[in-house]
Each structure stands twice: as C-alpha cells, then as structure tokens.
C-alpha cells in the first residue's frame, strides 16, 4: 500500500525543484500541438497557470478534483475547456494539453528512485483526472456555445427588409420555432409602422418544413398586419411544401401566395398602380 | 450466443424540450434520404414527425422518437414510433377530427399526420400514455 500524503510528497517536491524545466516541456508540448492556434505568449500563461494551481493541490495532499482545494484547478481547467472549444480546438486536443504534462514530469523522474517513481504513477492518474474533467468541462462549454449561436441565429437570420417604398420583406431561413417566429412577427409589424409601408411579403423559400405550428404564426402575422391596415404576401411556396401543406389541411384562405418574391412583388407593385414596362431597346424604335 | 441478424438500428432521440422536436424532424430527414424517399415524401414524412414530436411534447407532456429504416422485403422506408407515458386520449375519435384541439393548436397534426404518412397505429387510452407509430414508404 502506498500512502497518499508520502506518494503526494515526493511529487510535490518535484514539482517545485523542478519547475523551469517542467514547465518550459510543457509549454513547448502545448505550443507544438495547438499548430499555430495559439501564440507561444498564450500558452505560456495558460500553461503557468494550469501548474501553479496544480502544484498547490499536490501541496495538500489531496487526490482528487472535488476537494475544495481544488477550487482553483477547477476553475483554471474550465477556462482552458472553455476557451478552447470556442476556439475550434476538439475535446481530444484540449485534454492533451493537460495529459502532456506527464511527459514533461516523467522526464525529470528519475528511474531508479523507486520511491518516486511510484509517487510519479500516483500523480500520473491524479494528471488523468485533470484530463477527464477538461473533456467534461469542453463538452458542457460545446453545448453552451451551441445554445449561444442559436440565439445569434434567431437575431441575424430575421432581417426585414424593404424592397420597394412601401414593401418590405421578411425572407425566413431555417426552423421557424415559437420564439423566433414571435421575433419575427414584432420586427415585421414593427417596419410596417416605421416605414408606413402598405404591403409586406413573407418569403418560405428557406423554410424546410411547414407545419401546423409554424402555419399558424404565419396566419397570425398576417392577421395581425391586416389589422393594421397593411396587406401580406406569402411568397417561395416550393411544389413539396404545396403538396404537404394541402395533405395536412391547412388553409391559406383569402391570403395571396406567390411562388417565387419576384412574382410577389410585382404582385404588390402592381396594387400599388406600379407597372412595370420592359424599355424598348434603342434602335428598335 | 449472439443473434443470427444484426439487430435493427434504431435511433432513439428523446422529446423533452423544444428544441427536441427539431432534433426529431432533422433525425427523421436523415434517415428519409438513407431510404432514398422522393423529396415530397421525405417532407411529408418530416412534417408528421413535426406534429407527432411536439404532440409528445405538449400534450404527452415529453417521451420519446425511435426511428429506424423499414423493410417488408419489397420496399424500403422509415418507421418513426413517438411514445410518451402521458395522460393517452379518452376520445380518440374526436382528437382525429380536423381542427380539434383542446389546446391552442390549429386540430390538424393527428388527422394531417395520418394524411402524410403510409401507415399510421396508434396505441392510447386514458391514464396509458399514448404510442404512435407511422410508416413512410419509397415508391
Ligand atoms: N400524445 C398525446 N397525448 C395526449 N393527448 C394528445 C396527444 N396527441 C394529441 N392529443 C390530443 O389530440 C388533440 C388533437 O391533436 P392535434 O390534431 O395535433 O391538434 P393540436 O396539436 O393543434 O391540438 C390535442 O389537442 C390533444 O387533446
Ligand atoms: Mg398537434
């Protein structure tokens, strides 16, 4: 039985002789694999700071990430997950910054020490703890980071635009779930106040699926814009939406559909008395 | 020791928040193009699981999609199951009839997903949760 307060001792005491060296390899083995992601000033700081929190929790004694000494390596760990992962680094890379510093500690074993050398296999899956908790830490950071780019989405992919004085157009891309087609319908009738606009023309083009549910905020919009004077096109119905939106028994009623924006805003120039004439080429005439 | 056939894939994708639903309508559009559905039917098939997925949701109150390519030796397809352990539907005859619903929905996903799919099962009763299953063929 190896006792974890002697174990951590010997270590420790490695740790701390030896630190230039060990840090200087690890950094280098950190630098190597980021392959120019990161500057050698960055990984420099991450990696001091990885290694003094570290040492302390050696210091302790403790074995494990979830005493509270442990507070700090924790918190130093998570960044690293965290800045890693926003920056496009895979959950594999990320833990081997923190498995590299085995090589950089064994280097400075020396073999014969027995003692150390089972102290060095005691820290070792102290350093395989570390790892498994980055992994964590990244993947949770992954999910966060999704979450995050969801919500930049609902904000960029809902522009209204005006295409004509008095008609703007709101092209929906992708999932029209509740809340971004409640984001949708504010940012619309809203421009139609702004700009005293009489006509708007919602564009389906980029929406894959038409669903009951996103039916119904589309009508509801529209219902909503009617009340407020204005008139609503829905345009880029595509023959698959057509066909699935008969099948499952939607109706668009009284409301103009359009198959392409083209078609609809002619359609809204002409019932605002705008004809468009084709210029009769010179010569011709 | 082991089964003589490879046990069917089944992708099982859990229904308990609104983003789920989209999570079920992108699983269900994989495995659509895997067999080789017309683009109508792919977005058929999609658009039922759309309905079927947020019923689960909502009124199943979460549970479940299984998705798995289906094969009766002639044809190939997708078979989506949505299972939840909710309250199930007393009145089955009357949730099926368009424009019913005792929420705030249109009463078109249950009779509109029957119209989308192929085959459609459905397996509830009060206090028993409710189990749907559709079936897409390819043509
Ligand atoms: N999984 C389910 N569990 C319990 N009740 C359901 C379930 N799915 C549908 N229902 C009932 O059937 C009704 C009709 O469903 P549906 O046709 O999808 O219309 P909607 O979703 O617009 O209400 C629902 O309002 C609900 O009362
Ligand atoms: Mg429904």
């Known amino acids: 039985m190896t006792d974890m307060s002697t174990a951590g001792a010997r270590i420790a005491g490695l740790l701390h002789e030896r630190h230039d060296e060990i840090v200087r390899q690890w950094a280098d083995a950190v630098t190597y694999a980021a392959k120019g992601r990161l500057t050698v000033a960055e990984v420099q700081s991450q990696v001091s700071e990885m290694y003094g929190a570290l040492a302390k929790l050696v210091d302790s004694g403790s074995r494990d990430l979830q005493v509270p000494e442990a507070a700090e390596l924790r918190a130093v760990l998570a960044e690293l997950s965290r800045s890693r992962a926003r920056r496009g680094f895979s959950p594999s890379e990320t833990s081997i910054a923190v498995l590299a510093l085995k090589d950089a500690v064994q280097s400075q074993v020396d073999t014969s020490d027995a003692g150390l050398l089972a102290s060095f296999l005691w820290f070792s899956r102290l350093v395989d703890e570390f790892a498994l908790f980055t992994f964590e830490t990244y993947s949770r950071a992954r999910e966060e980071l999704i979450v995050e780019q969801g919500e930049q989405m609902m904000e960029l992919s809902t522009p209204v635009i005006k295409l004509w004085d008095g008609v703007v157009g709101v092209p929906l891309v992708g999932t029209l779930d509740s809340a971004r087609a409640q984001v949708v319908m504010e940012k619309l009738l809203q421009t139609l106040v702004d700009t005293g606009s009489a006509y708007a023309i919602i564009d389906i083009t980029g929406v894959p699926a038409v669903d009951t549910q996103v039916a119904q905020h589309v009508l509801k919009t529209v219902m909503a814009a009617r009340l407020m004077g204005a008139e609503c096109v829905i345009s880029g119905i595509r023959p698959q939406i057509a066909q699935t939106v008969v099948s499952l028994g939607i109706e668009f009623g009284d409301i103009v559909t359009k198959a392409s924006l083209a078609d609809a805003l002619v359609h809204t120039l002409r019932r605002s008395g705008i004809e468009l004439v084709r210029r009769a080429q010179r010569g011709e005439a | ?139």
Do not use: C, H
């Open chain 2, 1 to 139: 020791m082991y089964p003589a056939a490879a046990p069917q894939q089944v992708n099982l994708v859990p229904i308990v928040r609104d983003d789920d639903v989209v999570r079920v309508r992108q699983a269900v559009r994989t495995a659509a193009l895997a067999a080789k559905l017309s683009l109508v039917d792919q977005t058929k098939l999609v658009t039922a699981a759309s309905e079927l997925a947020r019923n689960t949701l909502i009124y199943g109150g979460g549970g479940r999609a299984e998705i798995e390519q289906a094969d009766n030796g002639r044809k190939r397809g997708v078979r989506v199951v949505f299972a939840d352990e909710g309250p199930g539907i007393a009145d089955l005859e009357l949730a099926m009839t368009d424009g019913y619903t005792s929420g705030n929905g249109m009463g078109l996903g249950l009779s509109g997903a029957r119209r989308l799919v192929d085959e459609f099962d459905i397996d509830t009763a009060a206090g028993r949760g409710t189990r749907i299953t559709v079936t897409k063929w390819a043509r």
